[in-house]
């Protein structure tokens, strides 16, 4: 065992997760050196500015507006890098990896864009990088896909990756407040990121989703390749139709893959989830991950998603993982490695599934038989169909479920309907959800 008593830690960012970090190290110092037999001290923090005011009391000399200081600190053991973005965070921790560093994150987007050069970089350096906090804020999920579950494979893993699109369906579902209302109450609590679009259009749930996968599978799922919808076109109309299908409408990232030829499909969108699934009972700004496993069949967890304390929380747990492998109670976890012929991602014609589509349509006579048509060119067949009457014009809502089919034919079915006369407005298309069902053929 090391003879190290004093593990210096240093933070790039110090902003709501970073002041949380310093926070919870300081506050519970005592009750983690007991636990750990070392003393953990966060020594210096990195900001963009210097004399923005700040909720954690830090001494002046302790932050620095010169992060490449504190990762060149040669008294620093532990980097986190708490500071967002990609690229310069990415140039900081390869060149703390290069100086010897172990470092925590909480960076999805850096993960996701350039995980693989990353681990291969803190294995060659024999360093551990730990990214608990980069997935669902305080829901330990990677620990239990890497090390709880490790007997099993993952025929599934599904659920919900961001609080904030969470929090907005909720207050519409349980209020009937519309998406703009709950989306302006939502800045005002600072749940939005300032770049919305990560949050609305299904981004940040994509950045995680295909961390999870790598967890899972071993495989980078390619962002370009992955169907990524957001919450925008979701109205009540929508929520109301959803519950009475015993449903509610969840923002889910969906994880299966068909052992049969080892493809894998991952996804990020709106989809009805039935009411008996724990995940659909998962409001607020709550997050929800459900594995299922081969050997423990199915694994759920939920809590904050986000947040300065579940985050922070998550940070502080790895860096007490780092502190083993630094005392030698526990060495870095090796990379998962898979070649295309063990894992590749499954095409469109493979991911199949039932799906909710809503029309706003002339409303005259042979209407819906023309929809009917435009879904049975694809050899989609309609499972239930509803219409009522649009008050303001001569219009009416047509809601529709289909039988399984996918998303290849469902797509090309989109495009017919787009260009049908008397289609108002642009389709509004959600899937069906069925945890039982293969979607990979």
């Known amino acids: 065992m090391s003879e190290k008593k004093v593990i210096r830690i240093g933070i790039l960012g110090f902003?709501?997760?970073?002041?949380?970090?310093?926070?919870?190290?300081?506050?519970?110092?005592?009750?983690?050196?007991?636990?750990?037999?070392v003393s953990l001290e966060p020594v210096r923090a990195a900001v963009r500015d210097l004399s923005k005011a700040r909720e954690?009391?830090?001494?002046?000399?302790?932050?620095?507006?010169?992060?490449?200081?504190?990762?060149?600190?040669?008294?620093?053991?532990?980097?986190?890098?708490?500071?967002?973005?990609?690229?310069?965070?990415?140039?900081?921790?390869?060149?703390?990896?290069?100086?010897?560093k172990h470092v925590v994150t909480a960076n999805k987007a850096l993960i996701c864009e350039h995980g693989q050069e990353m681990f291969e970089a803190?294995?060659?350096a024999n360093v551990r990088y730990a990214f608990e906090a980069s997935v669902a804020g305080g829901i330990p999920i990677i620990k239990v896909l890497?090390?709880?579950?490790?007997?099993?494979?993952?025929?599934?893993?599904?659920?919900?990756?961001?609080?904030?699109?969470?929090?907005?369906?909720?207050?519409?579902?349980?209020?009937?407040?519309?998406?703009?209302?709950?989306?302006?109450?939502?800045?005002?609590?600072?749940?939005?990121?300032?770049?919305?679009?990560?949050?609305?259009d299904g981004v940040d749930a994509a950045h995680k989703a295909v961390i999870l996968a790598y967890l899972a599978h071993g495989m980078w799922y390619p962002i370009e390749d992955m169907p990524i919808e957001g919450i925008r076109r979701i109205s009540n109309e929508d929520l109301q139709a959803a519950r009475d299908l015993n449903c509610k409408i969840?923002?889910?990232?969906?994880?299966?893959?068909?052992?049969?030829?080892?493809?894998?499909?991952?996804?990020?969108?709106?989809?009805?989830?039935?009411?008996?699934?724990?995940?659909?009972?998962?409001?607020?700004?709550y997050n929800g991950v459900s594995i299922?496993?081969?050997?423990?069949?199915?694994?759920?967890?939920?809590?904050?998603?986000?947040?300065?304390?579940?985050?922070?929380?998550?940070?502080?747990?790895?860096?007490?993982?780092?502190?083993?492998?630094?005392?030698?109670?526990?060495?870095?976890?090796?990379?998962?490695?898979?070649?295309?012929?063990?894992?590749?991602?499954?095409?469109?014609?493979?991911?199949?599934?039932?799906?909710?589509?809503?029309?706003?349509?002339?409303?005259?006579?042979?209407?819906?038989?023309?929809?009917?048509?435009?879904?049975?060119?694809q050899e989609i067949s309609i499972a239930t169909v509803s219409q009522t009457l649009k008050e303001c014009r001569n219009a009416a809502s047509l809601i529709l479920t289909t039988h399984k089919t996918n998303e290849h034919s469902m797509a090309l079915a989109m495009e017919k309907l787009e260009k049908l006369p008397g289609v108002l407005e642009a389709p509004v298309l959600f899937r069906m959800f069925d945890p039982n069902g293969k979607d990979n053929s």
Not at 26 to 32: E, F, K, R, Y
Not at 148 to 169: K, M, Q, W
Request: proline share 4%.
């Open 250 to 285: 969840k923002l889910i990232a969906v994880i299966r893959r068909n052992f049969s030829n080892n493809h894998v499909s991952v996804g990020v969108h709106p989809a009805l989830v039935p009411m008996d699934e724990i995940i659909a009972r998962t409001d607020g700004v």
């Open 122 to 124: 803190a294995e060659k």
């Open 15 to 37: 902003g709501t997760v970073g002041q949380g970090t310093w926070k919870q190290l300081t506050d519970n110092a005592n009750s983690l050196s007991r636990i750990l037999g």
């Open 146 to 200: 890497r090390e709880c579950l490790v007997a099993n494979e993952f025929p599934l893993v599904y659920g919900i990756l961001n609080g904030t699109s969470n929090y907005i369906l909720t207050r519409m579902e349980q209020e009937g407040a519309s998406f703009e209302e709950v989306l302006n109450d939502a800045r005002s609590l600072g749940y939005v990121e300032a770049d919305e679009a990560l949050d609305l």
């Open 292 to 377: 299922t496993g081969t050997a423990v069949g199915t694994t759920v967890l939920t809590g904050r998603g986000a947040g300065q304390d579940p985050t922070a929380s998550s940070v502080v747990g790895d860096i007490v993982d780092i502190v083993k492998t630094i005392t030698g109670d526990a060495p870095p976890p090796k990379l998962l490695h898979v070649t295309p012929d063990q894992c590749s991602p499954a095409t469109a014609r493979e991911v199949k599934g039932s799906f909710y589509l809503r029309l706003t349509v002339d409303d005259r006579p042979g209407q819906l038989a023309q929809v009917a048509e435009a879904l049975s060119d």
């Open 56 to 100: 954690v009391e830090i001494s002046t000399d302790q932050l620095t507006s010169d992060a490449q200081s504190i990762v060149d600190d040669p008294d620093i053991d532990v980097i986190c890098e708490l500071m967002g973005g990609v690229e310069v965070a990415r140039e900081l921790t390869l060149r703390a990896f290069a100086n010897g």
